[in-house]
């Protein structure tokens, strides 16, 4: 089981970056996908999640708007488009799977069994 994350990259406030996360080892396409994001002195925070290609999306309020989630199963890909990006976006973004999420713990960690290894955003001028 191996989730691959990639994408990550230093941008100026405005800009945009697509994230990346392949999956592994595992059936893709029956888990929930997940990106959460820790930025330097703070505790890992829920971004988006997706449950499935035809399924619900759930975005932190902070991103709402900005970012969008997708994934395409035939690949075992999940991607995280950001746009109009901040510095306080910067951060380590995780991609992360689970078998099942509500509405109400879409952003829990310990809702997530596979977990990515993590990129790199910065946003900075």
């Known amino acids: 089981v191996q989730l691959q994350a990639s994408g990550g990259g230093l941008v100026q406030p405005g800009e945009s970056l697509r994230l990346s996360c392949t999956a592994s080892?595992?059936?893709?396409?029956?888990?929930?996908v997940g990106w959460f994001r820790q930025a330097p002195g703070k505790e890992r925070e829920g971004v988006s999640c997706m449950t499935s290609s035809q399924g619900s999306t759930f975005y932190a309020g902070s991103v709402k708007g900005r970012f969008t989630i997708s994934r395409d199963d035939a690949t075992k890909t999940t991607y995280l488009q950001m746009n109009s990006l901040r510095p306080e976006d910067t951060a380590v973004y995780y991609c992360?799977?689970?078998?099942?999420?509500?509405?109400?713990?879409?952003?829990?960690?310990?809702?997530?069994?596979?977990w990515g290894q993590g990129t790199l955003v910065t946003v900075s001028s």
């Open positions: 080892g595992f059936d893709f396409e029956r888990y929930v």
């Open positions: 992360a799977t689970s078998v099942y999420v509500s509405g109400i713990s879409w952003s829990s960690e310990g809702r997530y069994n596979h």
